[in-house]
């Protein structure tokens, strides 16, 4: 099972907004609503954004949103600010949970 | 509160063995599936393996299977993988983290850093 495809790369300046993309296919993305975004800046642990496609864990602010149209989701970061610079990765499940390869993204 | 801590990495031979170990700090360990997810250098995440709340049930990725088991001890609030014929393609951190459902991995542990290498 491949990698979901998601660009390498996504910039805004402080106060736009971004959003990343996350390409599957109709046995993942497109099969079910189990999409999950992961935050991870350099050296630390991955942290949980997003869930079930649009859901956010407690602690998360309402900056951060998420959807999804046929075998695409993408997460929204709406007010960017310096602090949102991180890799972003996506996720999803298939049989097994796939991600896909990251997104760095700079806040210009 | 959660709070997973994982030990047991280090520098292995190809071929060599090693078992790691993640503690769990929280109350809830024996309710929750759990998971290793691990990222290679500069890559991106990977999924390893997952194991039921008592242990029964157990998944992992086709890279690694028959090669890695995933284990738990709920007594000790721990879980375990242990890594045999390690390759240098295994050269990662492996996270830990609670498995609540459909790729809902939340929190993670710091990681341990696993290095084959001859």
């Known amino acids: 099972q491949s990698a979901l495809t998601q660009p390498p790369s996504a910039s805004g300046s402080p106060g736009q907004s971004v959003t990343i993309s996350c390409t599957g296919s109709s046995s993942d993305v497109g099969a079910n609503n189990y999409v999950s975004w992961y935050q991870q800046y350099p050296g630390k642990a991955p942290k949980l954004v997003i869930y079930e496609v649009t859901k956010r864990p407690s602690g998360v602010p309402d900056r951060f949103s998420g959807s999804k149209s046929g075998n695409t989701a993408s997460l929204t970061v709406s007010g960017l600010q310096a602090e949102d610079e991180a890799d972003y990765y996506c996720a999803t499940y298939g049989g097994r949970t796939v991600f896909g390869g990251g997104t760095k993204l700079t806040v210009l | 509160e959660v709070q997973l801590v994982e030990s047991g990495g280090g520098l292995v031979q190809p071929g060599g063995s090693l078992r790691l170990s993640c503690v769990d700090s929280?109350?809830?360990?024996?309710?929750?599936?759990m998971a290793w997810v691990r990222q290679a250098p500069g890559k991106g995440l990977e999924w390893v393996a997952n194991?039921?709340?008592?242990?029964?049930?157990?998944n992992h990725v086709d890279s690694v299977r028959g090669r890695f088991t995933i284990s738990r001890d709920n007594a000790k609030n721990s879980l375990f993988l242990q890594m045999n014929s390690l390759r240098v393609e295994d050269t990662a951190i492996y996270y830990c983290?609670?498995?609540?459902?459909?790729?809902?991995?939340?929190?993670w542990g710091q990681g341990t850093l696993v290095t084959v290498s001859s």
């Open positions: 983290a609670p498995d609540r459902g459909y790729n809902r991995f939340d929190p």
């Open positions: 929280g109350f809830t360990f024996h309710n929750n599936w």
């Open positions: 194991i039921n709340p008592d242990g029964s049930a157990k």
